[in-house]
Structure formats: structure tokens, C-alpha cells
């Protein structure tokens, strides 16, 4: 199975789940990332993070959702919510959902609150994905509609902890 995870910049978010998902999936699960408008570059703070969690930075970089080396299977966009920002709309078939995270790449502040930044967007982004990957993957890739109310609930769990906590 295929997944992609889908902002517009495809430089910091993306690019971190990308990482983050092949550094703990099974090997059926491959997961690649892309942007609608992409930076056309990796932001060096997502390189550095990666690497201190030891996760592999080879092969990542900044690309278009043109040039995709396989058909998703799920679509995952992670843009945030804040600010207005406008998630790109892929259009393929595969099955889609949302996860909102905050792109670190525009904090400001000290050297430590844009590294606090980085890392909470990390964070957030792994803990989903490790939620995604506890669920019982060989079942759901079978039912497309108890896959995508799987993938939803985790999302929505998620947003009720992070802001009600």
C-alpha cells in the first residue's frame, strides 16, 4: 500500500512523515510525500531533527505531486489549520484524510522555540502515525470504508486530546 502525505511546500511536514512512516511501517506500507507548489527543497531543520531521532534522511526531497513514483493508495494532507492555510485538494483515487499540523517552518522566535516548533510538529505527526500503524492493517486494506472511518477516528481522537488537554 501506498500512502502519500500532501502540503503545499512539501519541505518540512511532509517530508517528516514520509521519514517518520518508512522508518516504522511494515514493508508492504511505503509512504511518499509532495506538494502542490513545492519549495523545491528539504528545510534543513527537518534534516537535522530526522537525523538526532535516527531516521533515514536518503532519497528525501522536495517534490511536485506530478511526479509521484506510484498511485497512492491513501492521501494524508498535513496542512494546518492555522492561519488560513489552504490544503492542496489531490486528485486521485485514493482514499483521503486529514491530518492538520503546524508548519514549523514558519516559527519565529529563538534558536530553542523554533527547535520547540520542529520538534512538537514531529511529534504530533509521529504519534498518528503510530496510531495508524496499530491498527489492524492487514484487515482494513481489505474494506476501504472501515479503513477510511479508522483513519478519521484516529485524526478526530487526536484533535479532541491535543485541545482539550
Known sequence: MNVLFLCTGNSCRSILAEAVFNHLAPDEWQAMSAGSKPAGQVHPQSLVLLESEGISTEGLFSKSWDSLPAAPDIVITVCGNAAGEACPVYLGTGLRTHRGVDDPAIATGSEDEID?????????????IEAFLALPLNELRRNTSALKAALDSIVNLRFIQHHSG
Request: glycine fraction near 8%; charged fraction near 15%; proline fraction near 0%.
Open 116 to 128: 520547540a516548533a520542529f520538534m512538537h510538529t514531529y511529534r504530533t505527526l509521529r504519534s498518528g
